[in-house]
């Protein structure tokens, strides 16, 4: 019992750590990768030389480090906590501070639903890589993600200021507008792999198609796939979608948060980046599966064979969830420093007019297909 | 045992954050205890081995119909509002109705003798065929003809949203 509840609050740490590693080193990587996109040079200053005789050696290791901008994240921090705690003058004292309590939880709690490996044998117990082995794992993200906008409209409203309340009202609507778009593209998946489970989703793409190719999301829901990607950046409010936080003006519903509050909603932004990147690999790229990597190690389309130990197998797993989730944050950081931004109607018209029908037309293909392929 | 006190917890959190919330004066709180409400509702069926209902319950009440309900109260001046001395003529008679009422009700269920409904869904028939297929199968079968009238029910109601909003289409 006890060591099943110790098992649990281990897989909870692990996934928190993952996370909140990826989302810190997001502000860094948005520091300087912006930089390199618009040919400056980004963050080069934060940091200390040290003056001790005994510590001077250290100086020369440490200017790499200052010139990539490694330390800013810190001097980031530094400051957001340093700074005056602070609510608006007329406005909703305790409904202003729980808003970034309320945006960053939720942010958080849909992970527990993402598997980021598969079943663990060691010393006789099998632990699925799971915080929260969900029969309905994805419907439990969805929930999760539509409480974030909780946080959102107590922000807009609590602040007593018409600019964060028009934010707010702009964000909600963008993410309600955008979350059925979401839904919509993922029942094609549903259908495919028969199961709302996340972790028999992935299980259910490690099968091959014609005997070569894995039976990812994204060959056998390509439209999905891009319907998915762009509803969930969308939900991530960041360019080209981020009317409701006007990051360039800093007009939107955190307009009048600072210091720790404003970073709450600034790392929780990053979280949801994160999770963006989780759920389209979960769902289109294979989660944890490596291409032709089965239980007792590699077995190739044209014949070889590799064995790779249990630990082994599961160690790979583990690092290729990793490596896929990392290049989707830096796929979605790209996007956003590329891309200039929607005009309101044009959001609405992309998100209503246009994704809506075509992932609606999406989920009727797919059923034909699958009703096709059961009657042949 | 734990079941009990978990049960226990839900059912009166939920009872509290219900009175809470028809008690407020201030809009924006009732509808965040009618969120906590609805989290606690859902903690009840996932007591009951209905995971699929706790989860679209969660979505579906707290993360859409909710949603809509704040739009509303965000573009009033909820301050105003609840400044307001909200009181009918006819409260006294409606609280007299309503307080006759919860006494019947008090009395048949301090009389009554409950007994357990056993239904078609088991927790060992919910584990083998799967939460969400158990709600497909009630939902397809016995219950076909109430799903599809009451989506024509909601599809009128969305036509009839429409044409009022949007006199010129």
Not at chain 2, 55 to 67: P, R
């Amino acid at each position: 019992m006890w060591i099943d509840v110790a098992i649990k609050v281990g897989l909870a740490m692990v996934m928190m750590l993952i996370v909140i590693n990826i989302a810190g080193i997001h502000s860094w990587v948005e520091r300087k990768q912006s930089a390199v996109i618009q040919d400056r040079w980004g963050a080069n200053r934060a940091g200390f030389t040290f003056r001790a005789p005994l510590l001077r050696w250290l100086n020369p290791v440490m200017r790499p480090i200052i010139y990539l901008g490694l330390l800013q994240p810190l001097a980031d921090l530094m400051k957001l906590v340093a700074k005056e705690n602070w609510s608006p003058v007329g406005g909703m004292k305790w409904l202003h501070a729980s808003a970034p309590f309320f945006y960053l939880l939720f942010a958080f709690v849909g992970f527990s639903a993402i598997p980021f490996g598969d079943t663990l044998h060691v010393a006789g117990r099998d632990i699925s890589l799971q915080v929260a082995h969900l029969n309905v794992g994805f419907v439990f993200i969805f929930a999760m993600a539509g409480l974030g906008v909780y946080g959102i409209v107590l922000s807009g409203v609590s602040s007593n200021n018409n600019y964060a309340f028009l934010g707010a009202v702009r964000a909600a609507s963008q993410m309600i507008s955008y979350e059925v778009t979401l839904g919509a593209t993922v029942i094609g998946i549903v259908m495919v792999y028969g199961s709302l489970d996340l972790q028999e989703i992935v299980r259910g793409q490690g099968a091959l198609l014609w005997g070569w190719l894995p039976k990812w999301g994204v060959f056998v829901q390509p439209l999905g796939c891009i319907l998915f990607f762009t509803a969930a950046l969308a939900e991530t409010k960041r360019i080209p979608f981020d009317l409701p936080e006007g990051e360039s003006e800093i007009i939107g519903y955190f307009t009048e948060y600072s210091g720790t509050k404003f970073g709450m909603f600034m790392l929780a932004d990053f979280v949801e980046t994160v999770m963006v990147a989780a759920l389209t690999t979960t769902l289109f790229f294979g989660g944890w599966q490596f291409p032709y990597l089965h239980a007792s190690g590699f077995v190739f389309p044209w014949g070889a064979q590799v064995a790779v130990g249990h630990y082994g197998v599961v160690a790979i797993q583990v690092i290729s969830f990793l490596i896929k989730v990392v290049l989707f944050c830096w796929l979605l950081m790209t996007i956003r420093w590329t891309l200039p931004r929607f005009r309101y109607d044009q959001l609405m018209d992309l998100g209503w007019k246009r994704m809506l029908p075509v992932s609606l037309a999406n989920i009727a293909v797919t059923g034909l297909v699958i009703l096709l392929i059961e009657a042949l | 045992m734990a079941e009990h006190l978990f049960f226990l917890y839900f059912a009166v959190a939920a009872l509290i954050c219900g009175v809470a919330m028809v008690s407020r004066s201030n809009l924006l709180h009732a509808a965040l205890w009618m969120l906590a409400f609805f989290v606690h509702m859902a903690g009840i069926f996932l007591l009951l081995n209905a995971e699929f209902i706790a989860a679209l319950q969660v979505m579906v009440y707290a993360g859409a119909i909710l949603v809509l309900y704040l739009f509303v109260i965000m573009l009033l001046d909820v301050r105003e509002l609840a400044k307001v001395r909200q009181r009918h003529a006819s409260a006294t008679v409606a609280s007299l109705i309503a307080g006759v009422m919860g006494a019947i009700m008090v009395v048949v269920v301090a009389r009554g003798t409950f007994n357990p409904i056993h239904g078609a869904a088991t927790a060992a028939l919910l584990a083998s065929q799967g939460n969400v297929e158990s709600v497909a199968i009630a939902l397809f079968t016995t219950y076909l003809l109430p799903f599809e009238v009451a989506s024509l029910i909601l599809l009128v109601a969305m036509v009839g949203a429409i044409m009022l909003a949007k006199r010129r289409l």
